[in-house]
T-cell receptor, first 112, second 114 residues
Framework: EAGVTQSPTHLIKTRGQQATLRCSPISGHTSVYWYQQALGLGLQFLLWYDEGEERNRGNFPPRFSGRQFPNYSSELNVNALELEDSALYLC???????????FGSGTRLTVV | GENVEQHPSTLSVQEGDSAVIKCTYSDSASNYFPWYKQELGKGPQLIIDIRSNVGEKKDQRIAVTLNKTAKHFSLHITETQPEDSAVYFCAASMPDTGRRALTFGSGTRLQVQP
């Protein structure tokens, strides 16, 4: 069974640009979660999608947004990039009635 | 909102010794407590979890204990091996209320010396 896949693995952007990160959940999983892991810090919750709807949002500005497609894949968009957005962005998926997540390996975003 | 504190931030043990990592949480409504292991260059991997209706859970060399009254939970690794070296994160959530987002601790870097 394929795990959670994220693309690209690395992304370098210039301050002010937009970044798009993609995630494919495990087959059959309907919930997708996005987390930010800044260097040396823990994981901060960004967004939760299920069945195409945004279910919950963390304490991040509106320039962090995303969506979930009918096949349950998801993308995270970060507009007006700032240097402090540099981090590892992790996607996780789960079945709605299961509590535990399975994480992907992440996209390392570097803003220069 | 929920706040999870984790300590120690770093832990070095000799191979074969035990390791204990402790976490406290603030919201008494939290009822799901997973532990994740993150190796270099990889995403976190769920290693064990516990729900609030259980006080202890064990899986081979790994065990988790939960004290709901004190709002703290701990990860115990026995007979540590070099491949246990990684960063470990505790987390908490309240999925029964619909709040599925996990609040993570700040992580513990475990180093097992051969």
């Amino acid at each position: 069974e394929a795990g959670v896949t994220q693309s690209p693995t690395h992304l370098i952007k210039t301050r002010g640009q937009q970044a798009t990160l993609r995630c494919s959940p495990i087959s059959g999983h309907t919930s997708v979660y996005w987390y930010q892991q800044a260097l040396g810090l823990g994981l901060q919750f960004l967004l939760w999608y299920d069945e195409g709807e945004e279910r919950n949002r963390g304490n991040f500005p509106p320039r962090f947004s995303g969506r979930q497609f009918p096949n349950y894949s998801s993308e995270l968009n970060v507009n007006a990039l700032e240097l402090e957005d540099s981090a590892l962005y992790l996607c996780a998926s789960s079945l709605l009635n299961h509590y535990g997540y399975t994480f992907g390996s992440g996209t390392r975003l570097t803003v220069v | 909102g929920e706040n999870v504190e984790q300590h120690p931030s770093t832990l070095s043990v000799q191979e074969g010794d035990s390791a204990v990592i402790k976490c406290t949480y603030s919201d008494s409504a939290s009822n799901y407590f997973p532990w994740y292991k993150q190796e270099l260059g990889k995403g976190p991997q769920l290693i064990i979890d516990i729900r609030s209706n259980v006080g202890e859970k064990k899986d081979q060399r790994i065990a988790v204990t939960l004290n709901k009254t004190a709002k703290h939970f701990s990860l115990h690794i026995t007979e540590t091996q070099p491949e246990d070296s990684a960063v470990y994160f505790c987390a908490a959530s309240m999925p029964d209320t619909g709040r599925r987002a996990l609040t993570f601790g700040s992580g513990t870097r475990l180093q097992v010396q051969p």
